[in-house]
């Protein structure tokens, strides 16, 4: 059964990765990190490592036994393209991707150095998305790495956001989500630098959708912008005709 997400962008959840290391600056109040501890203290067999990078292999297989057709974020409490995370095991990932055509699969990472070398071993399915967190300006040439990627479908996380972005190269670049940071510790966002961001969409025809204000209080901050939310999303069809369409 897929595991429904609270996260606004999607609807399940597939971890065939848990765990995973900080190496950016939006890594430091890491959400998956403090939930993954806390599921390892409830006695949750599968986070028994905490966040230590584990492989899955037993769940590896569940999205192709899910009928309804879904939007799936798949390693939401992981990387799959951590350097821990062997080249065969993200082939089989892909493998089941592939193969699950009802759905779409949303892969997220910061480690956009490895999407050019684990391209040479395999083919993008035309329902998987593919996106790099760019959580501030010092992290812009992740773009570069997913720009020249063969995937349908390439998107940018800019979460948390944590400086001003003034000039993103949107070129090839299908969708573009924004946050602010949420939880202990949670880092200030800016007005500023989100109309910034949104603008350029806008000029660029990109898509754009904002997740959340984020802070301590994420839920009484909410999530619009102007005075309204903006749920804009990439439209893409499969094989079984799932279709997203822009609002």
Same mark, same amino acid.
């Given at each position: 059964?897929? *595991?429904?997400?609270?996260? =606004? #962008?999607?609807?399940?959840? !597939?971890?065939? %990765? &848990? ?98 070398? *684990?391209?040479?071993?395999? =083919? #993008?399915?035309?329902?998987? !998305?593919?996106? %790099? &967190? ?114």
């Amino acid at each position: 059964m897929a *595991i429904n997400s609270h996260i =606004e #962008w999607t609807e399940s959840t !597939w971890n065939p %990765v &848990t765990g995973c290391t900080k190496i950016s600056a939006g890594c430091q109040n890491c959400y998956a990190e403090r939930m993954a501890r806390r599921l390892r203290d409830a006695g949750m067999k599968k986070y028994r490592n905490g966040f230590k990078v584990t492989l899955h292999k037993s769940v590896i297989s569940e999205p192709l036994s899910w009928r309804k057709p879904q939007i799936i974020f798949t390693c939401s409490m992981s990387d799959l393209f951590h350097e821990d995370v062997p080249d065969d095991f993200i082939k089989q990932v892909f493998d089941v991707i592939g193969q699950a055509k009802q759905h779409q699969f949303q892969i997220l990472t910061k480690r956009a150095e490895r999407l050019t070398q *684990i391209e040479k071993i395999l =083919e #993008w399915p035309k329902n998987a !998305w593919v996106g %790099v &967190t760019v959580e501030h300006a010092d992290y812009l040439e992740r773009i570069d790495y997913l720009r020249n990627l063969d995937a349908q479908i390439k998107f940018l996380s800019l979460e948390p956001l944590l400086g001003p972005i003034p000039k993103i190269n949107l070129e090839g670049i299908d969708w573009v989500i924004v946050g602010g940071e949420s939880g202990p510790g949670a880092r200030p966002i800016d007005v500023k630098w989100v109309r910034s961001i949104h603008k350029q969409c806008k000029k660029a025809e990109v898509p754009f959708f904002f997740k959340q204000w984020g802070g301590t209080r994420r839920k009484q901050n909410g999530r619009e912008l102007d005075g309204r939310t903006w749920d804009e999303m990439p439209s893409i069809s499969n094989a079984q005709s799932c279709i997203l369409s822009a609002t």
